[in-house]
């Protein structure tokens, strides 16, 4: 038996798909088709018929969420478009009331939660970044932050604790024979990440903690340019945090960008503020956060089956050097 990991791509979606069909199945949507949207660290369709209904389907490949882990996601997408003004999308309930089916999977070990949500209009919003877009951003920040404070995962669900920069991975960065996993560069994720935990341990010795979506990036947002709004979707990093964890990771992406320009980071303060929400004052505990977003991610693209993004890995070493000199020579991840 070959390994999932070791498939070709087109192997991978081949089986994924029908992993897809079998969710369809199970939601009497079988006159619908499946269109590859994404595969990457989770797989995407789009679901159609003919008559332009629209869904999206995930399937959680190399994600570590348990069920319950997925349910309580699901119950606090449901709960946002209930309770709030925010874009979100809508899960969608099979006819035996679950909106989380488990599928096997061929050439992988345990079968695969599924879920089927709305699908978003719009444009991505890493296609459009602007100051006046990342402020909008900011507010939706704010706005996702203030519901949390009085949400809480219903009974048979449970979110997973953000307490340690790989929260629920194994160490890889440390042993892994990576022959680009240079001495400067394990140097440079441990410092990344011992300055990230020692964040993190201050954070979760003051405060209690709410449900943070901790994956607010340019590629989780979609932008209606006719509406000049904001919708946000996967959660499925979702997990118990502080507001200083969405906001680093927001801002390692943001500096990611080719455009980036400092305008940009006042342009998230500011929103987050106009929606009501308290920009940290510790300065140096997002620095450290958002240079701890990248020794978690170079930690997990060890450990991925999908075989694009692993070949993405000479460039993200490359690009997380010189960002993390940056951060250990001025205290600022570029």
């Known amino acids: 038996m070959i390994a999932f990991a070791d498939l070709s791509r087109g192997r991978q979606v081949s089986r994924l798909r029908r992993a897809g069909y079998e969710v369809l199945r199970r939601h009497d949507l079988s006159a619908y088709r499946l269109k590859l949207i994404s595969h990457g660290f989770n797989t995407t369709f789009r679901v159609e018929n003919a008559r332009g209904g629209l869904l ?10 348990t069920l319950e882990n997925v349910r309580a996601e699901v119950a606090w997408v449901a709960a946002l478009g209930r309770d709030t003004a925010l874009g979100v999308p809508r899960p969608t309930v099979a006819p035996d009331g679950s909106e989380v089916q488990c599928v096997p999977v061929d050439d992988l070990p345990d079968p695969r939660p599924a879920v089927l949500y709305s699908w978003l209009p719009g444009q991505l919003l890493r296609h459009a970044l ?3 877009k990342i402020a909008h951003l900011g507010e939706l920040t704010a706005a996702l932050h203030a519901h949390a404070m009085g949400w809480a995962p ?12 790989f929260y629920d991975s194994r160490a890889m960065l440390w042993d892994d024979p990576h022959p680009l996993l240079t001495d400067e560069l394990r140097a440079l994720f441990r410092a ?3 300055r990230a ?8 010795a003051f405060r209690p903690p709410r449900p943070i979506h901790h994956d607010l990036h340019p590629g989780n947002l979609m932008w209606l340019r006719d509406r000049d709004r904001l919708m946000v979707f996967d959660f499925d990093d979702a997990l118990w945090g502080y507001p200083e964890q969405d906001l680093a990771i927001t801002e390692y992406y943001l500096r990611r960008s080719p455009h980036w320009e400092p305008a940009w980071d006042e ?3 500011a929103g987050y503020e106009r929606g009501g929400g308290t920009w940290p004052a510790d300065e140096r505990t997002l620095e450290d956060l958002c240079a701890g977003r990248a020794a978690f991610l170079a930690n997990d693209v060890l450990q991925v089956t999908n075989p694009d993004l692993r070949q993405l890995i000479p460039e993200f070493f490359e690009r997380a050097t010189r ?7 001025t205290g600022r991840m570029g």
């Open 130 to 132: 602007t100051a006046a």
């Open 267 to 269: 342009a998230l303060r």
């Open 56 to 65: 999206a389907l995930r399937i959680n490949v190399n994600s570590r969420r």
């Open 197 to 204: 935990q020692a964040a993190l341990d201050r954070l979760w």
């Open 323 to 329: 960002r993390l000199r940056a951060w250990g020579e």
């Open 192 to 194: 990344a990440w011992e």
């Open 154 to 165: 219903p009974p048979g669900t449970s979110l997973i604790e953000g307490r340690r920069v």
